[in-house]
């Protein structure tokens, strides 16, 4: 298929008293985020699934590693602080939080009509 553009306009939003100009791509009378919803994702780029490989991959190593830690500081006396108990409460909500975030923005990247209004 060739990609025709036809118009590209742009979309102000205020935010905080700023204005963010977010650019609409128009092609072949429709916008890019119908084209890629009428093609079932066929024409998502290499690119993005390449980036999910390797989030998937470091989340994956991360969390193993935040596991072998916790393990090695519940099991080793000399580090049953509070302080190494803090720092692994931490790492872990950190950790909950990437693993709760990650399917919300491959959701948004693979639908861009949820972010083009």
Known sequence: ????EKETYNN??????????NPILIINDQKLSNYVMA?????TNWTL?????????????TWMLHISIMISVCRN??????????????G????????????????SDLIGRLLVI
Do not use: A
């Open 49 to 61: 699934w390449l980036g999910i490989t390797v989030v998937l991959l470091t989340m994956i190593v």
């Open 1 to 4: 298929m060739i990609f025709v």
């Open 39 to 43: 093609n079932k994702l066929e024409s």
């Open 12 to 21: 102000y939003s205020s935010i905080n008293d700023g204005y963010i100009m």
């Open 77 to 90: 006396m000399i580090m049953k602080h509070i302080t190494y108990y803090y720092i692994i409460s931490i």
């Open 92 to 107: 872990f909500v950190v950790m909950l939080h990437s693993l709760l975030n990650f399917p919300v923005n491959i959701i």
